[in-house]
């Protein structure tokens, strides 16, 4: 399955359902295979709204008979699963990494850059074409075509050592109104 030839049909219906396509990937569940989508509201920067159970449940029932004119043959052979960004959420796109600047993450490259292809960093300015990421006191700069998978890293937030470098170089606030949080977040809050 040639996901490149999904992506965008999938984000053009998916727009007009309201919501974003985050990241389109082929999974393995034991003999099955899932295409599995990760969304969010489009106006979930400017709202700060999550998605829940019901807007994946819609979003679902909204793809399924478009689906099945646009691509056939595409349930025959794939489970379809639709998914919130979740509290580790993907980043893609620069403007992901540009919303959710000074917030730490994990990122593997396609290959390696100056012998590393793992880096965990907390997330600094983004060009059109570099990501700037401190990790453990020292900036990097990754190419974003060189980004095979990125991830923000929430749970390690608290226990990795804030950056030094990127304070006076982030204008903004790190955004955490769309990100979720877990129930002890929450009651700690």
Not at 17 to 23: Q, T
Not at 71 to 78: G, I, Q, V, Y
């Amino acid at each position: 399955m040639d996901l490149k030839k999904l992506q965008a049909p999938l984000e053009r219906q998916l727009a007009l359902l309201g919501f974003e396509l985050l990241l389109l990937e082929l999974a393995r569940e034991g003999r099955d295979e899932i295409l599995r989508m990760y969304l969010d509201h489009l106006d979930a920067e400017t709202s700060g709204r999550k998605v829940t159970l019901d807007d994946c449940v819609a979003a679902h029932e909204g793809l399924l008979a478009w689906m099945d004119v646009a691509f056939p043959d595409l349930r025959e052979h794939l489970g379809i699963e639709v998914s919130s960004p979740g509290m580790e959420r993907p980043l893609v796109k620069a403007d992901h990494f540009r919303r959710f600047a000074g917030r730490l993450c994990r990122i593997q490259t396609l290959r390696p850059l100056n012998g590393q292809k793992r880096f965990k960093g907390w997330i600094g300015p983004v060009t059109g074409t570099t990501l700037t990421l401190e990790e453990d006191g020292v900036l990097k700069e990754v190419p974003l075509e060189a980004i095979q998978k990125a991830r923000l890293a929430p749970f390690d937030e608290s226990k990795t050592p804030k950056p030094k470098h990127l304070q006076g170089r982030l204008t903004e606030t790190p955004d955490t109104d769309g990100v979720e949080t877990s129930a002890v977040e929450d009651e700690e809050a």
